[in-house]
């Protein structure tokens, strides 16, 4: 009769490691795209990776973000989210806008679409009306046009010129705080990067304060007519 076979402390712990080591190694070679919905489950200490699911139905907004609201639906506090003003489900940003920025945001149930808009590396243009503090001289304007010096490196060439409508919007509510004796000025940037609170830093950089920031148009996708905190659902032709 064969004796059963003993392991010690040591081996048994050698061989419980062996098993999970491999799977730990296959988690760090998968990758996961940006705004992918792919996850992965285990199946014979295998990881599997499900494939990515895309909705049946792609919804595609188009929403005109106030002053002071968050671009995202959870709760923070007692400030304004997107879950205030959209009552659609499953759809969520396609990048963000700063909270004290207003203007174009686009959202969606599609993973792929997000990746497209909002990625970086996918060049998106994104044009922004810019009220500053004072008149821009034209080597300002050239500056922001070549590129500016920002403490996480220089900013790529931008689209820059002065608004011909110097009253473009209605006033902000709550209004902006304006300096006496000093004039303000609307200029248009067009940028196709998305560095944190880029176009801000690229005017204060140049001797220009914002004052107040709306963004116009992603893409080909304009904001129109759309009223602050409107939203309409288009057909996302062209992506």
Not at 52 to 61: A, D, G, M, S, Y
């Amino acid at each position: 009769m064969k004796k059963p076979r003993s392991f010690s402390k040591a081996s048994s712990h050698r061989v419980s490691k062996s098993r999970k080591t491999p799977v730990k190694q296959q988690l760090k070679k998968k990758s996961v795209k940006p705004n992918s919905v792919t996850n992965y489950y285990f199946k014979k200490n295998k990881v599997v990776e499900r494939k990515q699911i895309e909705p049946e139905e792609t919804r595609f907004i188009l929403f005109n973000k106030p002053y002071q609201v968050l671009s995202q639906f959870s709760a923070s506090d007692d400030k304004k989210t997107l879950a205030n003003f959209i009552d659609i489900p499953e759809v969520y940003p396609a990048g963000r806008l700063d909270f004290d920025s207003e203007g174009l945001l686009i959202l969606t149930n599609n993973g792929r679409l997000q990746h497209r808009i909002a990625h970086p590396d996918q060049k998106f243009a994104k044009t922004y009306a810019v009220q500053v503090e004072g008149v821009p001289t034209e080597a300002q304007l050239k500056e922001l046009q070549n590129g500016v010096r920002l403490k996480d490196g220089l900013t790529k060439p931008a689209k820059v010129k002065i608004m011909e409508n110097q009253n473009p919007f209605p006033d902000r509510v709550p209004p902006i705080r304006f300096r006496k004796n000093v004039t303000e000025t609307w200029i248009q940037i067009s940028i196709a990067e998305g560095r944190n609170r880029q176009v801000r830093r690229m005017t204060a950089a140049v001797g220009l304060p914002t004052l107040r920031l709306i963004r116009t148009s992603v893409g080909h996708f304009q904001l129109d007519q759309l009223q602050p905190g409107e939203f309409k659902e288009v057909i996302p032709e062209g992506l």
